[in-house]
């Protein structure tokens, strides 16, 4: 028997559960009453493609010190779903502890000497309490949570007072919900050993930050970024997003006094129909958007096309998922980025932004409208499943109030009256962006038609090899002012000279700053490097030329961030060492601090950082 | 290339009630064929809104791909217009009306981009009522790839090169109906006196509007065999009615006996009168209409002009709810919650 583990606000719990059991509320109510007390919390949904009967995870990682990406491993297993047991009871560390339902016995072959079981008969406490088989099922996951404030030294008072919010205006619910917390925890203090090894202990370490999905920020940030045309169809992991829009703007965007929204939402037929409909409406002057997954944005890649030629505003929102193909619907990975950044036939590269957590999903969000409305091209908002689909303790959202939409360069009736030229494609600034009517502008100046194939500066269609190449080089003119106008890559030196760096992005980033200590704590020193956006900006190439070897550290097996840089700037592969991880669960400190380390080691010791004198 | 008109006109040329002549809703010189019966739509085009005294500027005119899809640049050059990709004008006309609901839509599209390639989305966009004017330039063929036989192609028509059509056609009229537009028509190109008042009536209607228009390709379709050349379809093009469509203004001249003519008023007071030529037909009754169509088909015939009207039609934006103000027009203040409501959305996120 190894010593049973002992940790205080450092410890991961994994419920394995059925899905459609009703679990995933007690589940959420147990990590919000952590973070109640004060103490971090990094919560990931590990789900299946299925409404019903398959196995269900959700991971706990109690941090007081505030590392909120994946850990890895864990220290108990709240063990429900008989299915999963094997492959479960497995997966806990040892010395860690597995809480489980024993109302019905099980062979000691089931279980591990190397840890603490910890049995309570929750079914039939269930059975003896309530007659209602819905009731026994919903309630037996409350009683679960109550056992485990006992077992963990949760404070009940913070489960109670979020019952209480959660039921708000629902009376009838909240007393049979404390009543079953209580018969659980009574039940564990009585017959269990509390607490165990395991303990969370109130702290000050939360202090105003907000738990929120990534898909959820980057609605409301549609909302603040003046967003009035939504067409979508239904992908998961992206479905949340138009969702969470609509209950946003059934609040926020309803007229007064009329009743009538500022606002239209059309779920379209397909993703063809979703970014036809985004075009038009942005075409006209809207600021329209979709939400999408891999393959939305594969169907949609004709129509990206149409818009980086014609130079038409849209905002996409690409919550990634492990791919190809369907690939694994309900897992994650950072894989899109190439059919993203290149999306369509012929010469085309798009912007891309790359939000590290709900945080910046919100900020982005309404950032990328004012990107799109700037540049007249379609602008990616990249997620992925473990920002979108999962709560995350982020720093609260911020607005300023002076704020105004940047509508780009729109030409308008007094513009034109006022005689000044207008010429769709024609690049009056030198910033390769031109000026743009909406429909309906001026009786007789400013009207244009709108093409993908070749067109003059004045709009007027032209077969011309040289209108083409103009075009062509102007596009590219724009690219290089995109770079100045998206959000900067974001650089973290060592505390020590180093000649070796790393660069990550998204949702690489808890993990990453993690793995950055750990690795400093094994000697390795680097200089870290978050990137935001696509085009890279000067300082992306300057931190690049400042080390001799980058590690790249990515969510997809071919580093297509990677392949991204050694494209666009010219960079010798040798010096760009990939860091992959792509089998569908989130990235990992442990793993990027081994990867890293091992490669390091291979490589032997670098010199040290010139210092400029 | 597009050849631009000089703008020197006649000075008695006649104006409508906004001053403008009809060469102000005219486009750059068309390059299609000569003889194309798009061109002619063209023109019924700018006939209706010459006579519907629109201001050009208020229409946006949208495309798909291929030679239908090419004629939005040859008329209402004073109108923003949008040749995009195949198949797909119909979400993005969507888009655009949902953007902006003062502006006229116009969508001009062909058999093969709306029966083939674009089907899915012709569907969607009937569906969903959306307020415009949808025409198809129907030819039976690919005009612009030489010829190929389009979703329209009736059974045992044949090619140019010989080669006899096995497929169904897909009768988008019959399509419309059943999807739920509430303004369906059909016409032909040949027929002027009939194609102006249908195009007229379906700008005036709110809500989705669509114009099956027949319209042989003078290069690939127009031989002996082809169920879409001029002859064919003159011999057997069947109206069920003719239409005025009166506005306001206009001084009714004739009076016509009860039981000949059904009126339907618009929101705008304009009044589409219909005179039978069939008589039992009755244009309000949808499912009537589709029986009339049907068994008309079967014989051969080729039923056109105003098949069914809705009088009472309601539009996308009505279904969605969405402001009167068009959604571009919607500023700051209107849009964005602003930080008061954003610390009460934080704070309920704790």
């Known amino acids: ?613 | 290339m597009s050849y631009f008109k000089p703008k020197l006109h006649h000075p008695k040329l006649p104006t409508n009630r906004l001053g403008f002549t009809r060469r102000d809703y005219e486009g750059p010189v068309s390059t299609l064929c000569a003889g194309c019966g798009h061109d002619s739509i063209s023109a019924a085009i700018i006939q209706a809104c010459f006579e519907l005294d629109i201001p050009p500027h208020k229409v946006a005119k949208l495309s798909g791909i291929g030679c239908s899809s090419k004629t939005p640049t040859y008329f209402l050059g004073n109108s923003h217009g949008f040749n995009s990709v195949h198949g797909r004008m119909p979400s993005v006309l969507t888009g655009a009306a949902l953007a902006n609901r003062d502006l006229i839509y116009l969508g001009v599209s062909g058999d093969g981009d709306s029966a083939s390639i674009g089907i899915g989305q012709f569907v969607h966009c009937v569906r969903r009522g959306v307020n415009m004017t949808y025409i198809v330039e129907n030819n039976g063929v690919y005009g612009l790839t030489k010829g190929q036989f389009s979703a329209t192609s009736d059974k045992g028509s044949k090619s140019k090169r010989g080669i006899i059509n096995t497929d169904t056609p897909i009768d988008l009229v019959a399509l419309a109906m059943q999807l739920g537009a509430t303004y369906v028509a059909r016409s032909f190109s040949g027929d002027k006196a009939q194609l102006v008042p249908l195009i007229k009536g379906a700008i005036l209607h709110r809500g989705a509007a669509f114009i099956d228009c027949l319209s042989p390709c003078i290069a690939f379709n127009n031989h002996a065999g082809s169920t879409k050349s001029f002859d064919h379809v003159r011999a057997h093009n069947e109206a069920v009615g003719f239409l005025d469509v009166i506005q306001e203004q206009d001084e009714i001249e004739v009076e016509y006996q009860a039981g000949e003519t059904i009126d339907v008023e618009h929101h705008d007071g304009s009044v589409l009168r219909f005179h039978k030529v069939a008589e039992t037909y009755d244009p309000r009754d949808r499912v009537a209409a589709m029986n009339y169509l049907e068994t008309r088909r079967a014989k051969g015939e080729i039923v056109t002009g105003l098949l069914y009207v809705d009088p009472n039609p309601v539009d996308l934006h009505t279904h969605l709810n969405s402001v009167g103000t068009p959604l571009n027009a919607l500023g700051d203040k209107v849009l964005v919650p602003g930080a008061a409501a954003l610390a009460r959305i934080n704070a309920s996120l704790r």
């Open chain 1, 1 to 613: 028997m190894s010593t049973p583990l002992t940790a205080v606000n450092d410890f991961v719990v994994k419920f394995a559960n059925v899905n459609g059991s009703g679990s995933a509320s007690a589940n959420r109510l147990f990590a919000r009453s952590i973070i109640r007390m004060g103490v971090p919390v990094a919560t990931r949904n590990i789900f299946p493609s299925n409404i019903q009967g398959l196995p269900t995870w959700y991971e706990v990682r109690v941090s007081e010190a505030g590392w909120l990406g994946r850990r890895g491993g864990v220290d108990m297993m709240v063990a429900m779903n008989p299915e999963t047991w094997d492959k479960d009871i497995a997966e806990i560390a040892p010395g860690g502890y597995l809480f489980y339902d024993s109302s019905k016995p099980l062979p000691p072959s089931k279980f591990r000497k190397d840890i603490t079981v910890i049995g309570m008969p929750m079914t039939e406490i269930c059975n003896r309490t309530y007659s209602d088989a819905r009731q026994r099922q919903l309630f037996k996951n409350i009683i679960g949570l109550g056992s485990l404030t006992a077992l963990l030294g949760i404070d009940p008072g913070a489960v109670e007072a979020l019952i209480g919010e959660e039921f708000q205006g629902k009376e009838q619910l909240v007393k049979p919900n404390l009543q079953a917390l209580r018969l659980g925890r009574d039940y564990a203090s009585a017959n269990l050993a509390c607490p165990t090894g395991l303990r969370v202990k109130r702290a000050d370490k939360v202090g105003n930050r907000v738990y929120v999905e990534g898909n959820s920020a980057a609605a409301l940030g549609a909302v603040y970024g003046g967003a009035t045309v939504l067409a979508w169809y239904p992908i998961t992991p992206s479905t949340s997003v138009a969702e969470a829009f609509m209950r946003y703007v059934r609040r926020y965007r309803t007229e007064p006094g009329t009743g009538m929204t500022n606002c239209a939402i059309v779920q379209a037929e397909d993703e063809l129909a979703s970014i036809g409909i985004v075009i038009g409406a942005a075409w006209n002057g809207a600021r329209a958007f979709t939400a999408t997954s891999g393959p939305g944005v594969s169907l949609m890649t004709e129509f990206i096309g149409l818009a980086h030629f014609a130079e038409i505003p849209a905002v996409i929102v690409d919550v990634q998922r492990g791919s190809p193909s369907t690939g694994m619907p309900t897992r994650t990975q950072q894989a899109d980025l190439l059919a993203a950044a290149y999306a369509s036939h012929g010469d085309t590269k798009h912007v891309l932004l790359f939000p590290e957590d709900p945080h910046e999903c919100f900020v982005m969000g309404a950032q990328s409208f004012d990107l799109a409305d700037r540049l007249q091209t379609p602008v990616f908002l990249m997620l992925d499943l473990d920002i979108g689909m999962n709560e995350w303790l982020v720093e609260p959202f911020t607005w300023d109030d002076n704020h105004r939409m940047d509508r780009g360069k729109v030409m308008t009736a007094a513009d034109l009256d006022a005689g000044r030229t207008f010429g769709r494609y024609l690049d009056v600034d030198g910033d390769g962006i031109p000026y743009r009517t909406y429909p309906g502008t001026h009786p007789s100046k400013g009207a244009y038609f709108t093409r993908g194939t070749t067109k003059d500066r004045f709009a007027r269609y032209s077969e011309e090899g040289k209108d083409y190449v103009e075009n062509m080089e102007r596009l590219l003119r724009k690219f290089e002012t995109a770079k100045r106008l998206v959000p900067a890559a974001v650089r973290r030196d060592a505390q020590q000279p180093t000649k070796a760096g790393v660069v990550y992005f998204g949702s690489t980033g808890p993990a990453m700053r993690e793995s950055l200590e750990e690795l400093k704590a094994r000697g390795i020193h680097l200089d870290a490097l978050r990137v935001r956006a696509f085009p890279f900006g000067a300082e992306v190439e300057r931190f690049v030329a400042d080390h001799e070897v980058v590690y790249v550290v990515e969510q997809n097996r071919d580093g297509q961030l990677r392949t991204m840089m050694m494209q666009e700037m010219e960079i010798d592969p040798a010096r760009l060492v990939s860091v992959v991880h792509y089998d569908g669960t989130p990235i990992t400190a442990r793993f990027i601090t081994d990867a890293i380390a091992r490669r390091a080691e291979a490589r032997g010791p670098l010199p040290l950082r010139q210092v400029a004198t």
